[in-house]
T-cell receptor, first 113, second 118 residues
Framework: GENVEQHPSTLSVQEGDSAVIKCTYS??????FPWYKQELGKRPQLIID?????GEKKDQRIAVTLNKTAKHFSLHITETQPEDSAVYFC????????????FGPGTRLSVLP | GAVVSQHPSWVICKSGTSVKIECRSL??????MFWYRQFPKQSLMLMAT?????????EQGVEKDKFLINHASLTLSTLTVTSAHPEDSSFYIC??????????????FGPGTRLTVL
């Protein structure tokens, strides 16, 4: 089955700096890669996603890149703000309906003022 | 965005009792819902897929007789933790996919239920 790894497990950055979180997956059939942000005790919120027919997607300060050959994808947050502090999860799925939806272990991001 | 609710938001129960958790899609229909378990400082682990009109499918290692799932309608799935024990204490989250414009699905998560078994 699918296995998703995520690095780093914790990340601290100064406010205004950039943050990068990387994920690798094992199932070459996976074609949908969402990123979720989860604040303590709250539900995961989708922040950006990318499908296998696209190499990069950007939404304001957030971008995701995908390298299907190497089977890895990354989340980039620029101009970080304290409210970006949370746990971020990547996930991989063979379809965007949710079957075989496997999450990475998460990255705890702390943005220091 | 679409709304998925869960009830209760938290529950404390004695060991050996059963607890029912509801997951509702408030403004859309969901023939499939997913149940996850999240231990402190860990990731979300898929427990089972709830299918309206048919039996749930469970992930490897999840006891179907302990975690009973019933997809009662197109907007409601319930997870019952039977004979709960302290090791079942966790954060349980459901999700439901909704077909959006552009013909792709997005998963919407419920707010979660924190179960504490004494």
């Amino acid at each position: 089955g699918e296995n998703v790894e995520q690095h780093p497990s914790t990340l601290s950055v100064q406010e205004g700096d950039s943050a990068v979180i990387k994920c690798t997956y094992s199932d070459s059939a996976s074609n949908y890669f969402p990123w979720y942000k989860q604040e303590l005790g709250k539900r995961p919120q989708l922040i950006i996603d990318i499908r296998s027919n696209v190499g990069e997607k950007k939404d304001q300060r957030i971008a995701v890149t995908l390298n299907k050959t190497a089977k890895h994808f990354s989340l980039h947050i620029t101009e970080t703000q304290p409210e970006d502090s949370a746990v971020y999860f990547c996930a991989a799925s063979r379809d965007n309906y949710g079957q075989n939806f496997v999450f990475g272990p998460g990255t705890r991001l702390s943005v220091l003022p | 965005g679409a709304v998925v609710s869960q009830h209760p938001s938290w529950v404390i129960c004695k060991s050996g009792t059963s607890v029912k958790i509801e997951c509702r899609s408030l403004d859309f229909q969901a023939t499939t819902m997913f149940w996850y378990r999240q231990f402190p400082k860990q990731s979300l682990m898929l427990m089972a897929t709830s299918n309206e009109g048919s039996k749930a499918t469970y992930e490897q290692g999840v006891e179907k007789d302990k975690f009973l799932i019933n997809h009662a309608s197109l907007t409601l799935s319930t997870l019952t933790v039977t004979s709960a024990h302290p090791e079942d204490s966790s954060f349980y989250i459901c999700s439901a996919p909704r077909l959006l414009a552009g013909l792709h699905n997005e998963q919407f998560f419920g707010p979660g239920t924190r179960l504490t078994v004494l």
